[in-house]
């Protein structure tokens, strides 16, 4: 019965024909969200959230999303579930999978989400962990695409962090076939093992981040310090300092580039003010269509393509 569970533990889990599905289907399912059109193929499915670390997008557009499909939500954290007092994630997810349909996680190690869909009977979706955060770079290329068109053959320039947002990008680069421009302060580089890529082909980089701009179709950035490396902000403020997406970066890009942030944000620190606030940012439609993906993305593992 488990061999059939499709998980989402990270990106490259699903192929480019997936993608080209969960992207017309979501596509979809926001003109009918706009129109105020029911699609509920979910009732009577129940989605657990779990949350180890702090969320405002990604439990709203979970709840909202399942919710609209139909279904129901049952939300933990750390702080008042079992999980807490050191119940084993095996045993967790054994107990949590028998109730619900389906299980978002948003943890630490990615081992440990790993650990959990390898006791789960049911689809496990990750939320966020310290190494990927799939579900945001579908909603970045989703709302590329609504934007430019395909991403196949563009140019996407990371500045800032190796970190879960950076390794997921990577790993889109090579399943949609665009170029990813790196540049992250020393000692912050992304390591290709960890973010889990098959070759170097598909990413270039940059010591200098005006250098990783020019000419990219989207320039993107994240906080400086991610969840879980707060003892490391000082350090990291001093690190970044030239790590700060300014107009100048965005003059280097393509004249049409978009710039993206998956959000929170902090403005005078890795993005200026005038960037996220100005004509090229799409932070507002990136954060919304995390709902319209994630509703597709949870109908496709509970239910595969409609005919
Ligand atoms: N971008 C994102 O995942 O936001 P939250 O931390 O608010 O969920
Ligand atoms: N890289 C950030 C993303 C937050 C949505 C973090 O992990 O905290």
């Avoid at 290329?141 to 190796?162: C, L, M, N, P, Y």
């Avoid at 990008?169 to 992304?190: D, M, N, R």
């Avoid at 098959?198 to 990783?212: C, I, L």
């Avoid at 944000?265 to 606030?277: F, L, Q």
């Amino acid at each position: 019965m488990t061999s059939a569970i499709r998980h989402y533990l990270q990106f490259s889990d699903f192929t480019a024909d997936d993608y080209a599905h969960l992207f017309a289907r979501a596509a979809l399912i926001k003109k009918k969200f706009k129109a105020y059109e029911r699609h509920q193929p979910l009732v009577d499915r129940t989605l657990a959230m779990i949350f180890e670390k702090a969320s405002t997008r990604t439990r709203v557009s979970f709840e909202a999303g399942m919710y609209q499909l139909g279904g129901s939500v049952v939300h933990l954290t750390t702080g008042d579930s079992q999980l807490g007092r050191a119940e084993p994630i095996e045993d967790s997810a054994k107990v949590i999978s028998r109730m619900v349909d389906l299980v978002m996680i948003r943890t630490y190690e990615q081992t440990k989400i790993e650990a959990f869909a390898a006791h789960s009977r049911v689809p496990v979706i990750n939320g966020l962990t310290n190494e990927f955060h799939p579900c945001q770079i579908l909603a970045d290329i989703f709302t590329f695409i609504e934007h430019r068109g395909s991403i196949a053959g563009k140019t996407v320039a990371w500045v800032g962090d190796g970190n879960n947002m950076a390794n997921t990008w990577l790993q889109a680069s090579e399943i949609l076939g665009f170029k990813v421009h790196v540049s992250t302060p020393s000692g912050y580089e992304v390591d290709q093992s960890v973010a889990g890529l098959r070759s170097n082909a598909s990413y270039q980089v940059f010591k200098d981040p005006m250098e990783a701009c020019r000419g990219a179709d989207l320039v993107t950035t994240d906080v400086w310090t991610s969840m879980g490396y707060e003892a490391e902000n000082e350090t990291r403020r001093a690190a970044f300092a030239d790590w700060c997406v300014d107009t100048e970066m965005m003059r280097a890009a393509h004249p049409d580039a978009l710039f993206m942030h998956c959000l929170p944000a902090h403005r005078g620190e890795e993005v200026e003010a005038e960037v996220i606030d100005g004509p090229q940012s799409v932070v507002w439609d990136e954060a919304e269509n995390r709902m319209h993906v994630q509703k597709a993305l949870m109908e496709f593992l509970l239910l595969g393509r409609p005919a």
